[in-house]
């Protein structure tokens, strides 16, 4: 989930990944219906999720996803591993796209007489620091690893959807698409809600539709 999010819940990488790992593993589960609702989060804990279903789809397990109301940013990131993306024609998809930076209120203290000293040994010592903004070769960085991970999602995204890099980057660019408008770019596949999804996995498990 993000930080910037209302949204009170969040989920982790880590019991995620393992709740997708034990399905893979589980002999009597024969597909994966993935339930997305979220405006994204971490990187880290997106792409720890998505092996996880690459590697539960190696595993002869097909995956549907299914968008509720929001599946951008982290939330789109995971959704690519699926055989199938069910929207609603009003969720709020997409966002490829990399936010990164920080607060720092050092100036704005002063504004108010307070001051904050900070000590740091190094020159990126202080580089998490919420009181000092970071410095011209700071931020050079900070776009070179936002821009890395920009390109490793535009990637994966036109691997999952079997798209070419460049219409990728087209859509991409941090944008987001109501359902309907990504069915027409290719980011989803199907529109429709929670039951629609369900049909799709009874398909492609080959169970029966009663």
């Given at each position: ?5 209302a ?19 589980d002999k ?15 990187a ?29 940013s ?9 055989d199938r ?6 969720t ?77 980057q ?7 698409w ?12 199907e ?20």
């Amino acid at each position: 989930d993000s930080p910037l999010s209302a949204a009170s819940t969040s989920v982790a990488g880590d019991t995620f990944s393992q709740a997708i790992r034990e399905a893979a593993a589980d002999k009597n589960v024969k597909a994966i219906l993935l339930r997305i609702d979220s405006p994204g989060g971490s990187a880290i804990a997106s792409d720890q999720i998505l092996q996880a279903l690459r590697k539960a789809h190696a595993a002869g397990k097909p995956i549907v996803v299914s968008m509720g109301s929001v599946a951008a940013s982290g939330g789109y990131y995971i959704a690519v591993a699926a055989d199938r993306i069910v929207a609603e024609p009003g969720t709020i998809t997409g966002s490829i796209g990399v936010l990164w930076g920080k607060v720092a209120v050092g100036k704005s203290l002063e504004m108010v007489g307070l001051e904050a000293r900070e000590l740091g040994v190094g020159k990126n010592a202080l580089f998490l620091s919420g009181t000092t903004p970071w410095d011209q070769t700071q931020l050079a960085a900070v776009n070179a690893q936002a821009d890395l991970v920009y390109a490793d999602f535009t990637q994966k995204v036109a691997a999952g959807r079997k798209l070419s890099l460049e219409r990728v980057q087209e859509v991409a660019r941090g944008r987001v698409w109501t359902g309907a408008d990504a069915k027409e770019r290719g980011l989803v596949d199907e529109l429709g809600g929670f039951w629609v999804a369900v049909a799709d996995v009874k398909q492609l498990a080959g169970i029966a539709s009663d």
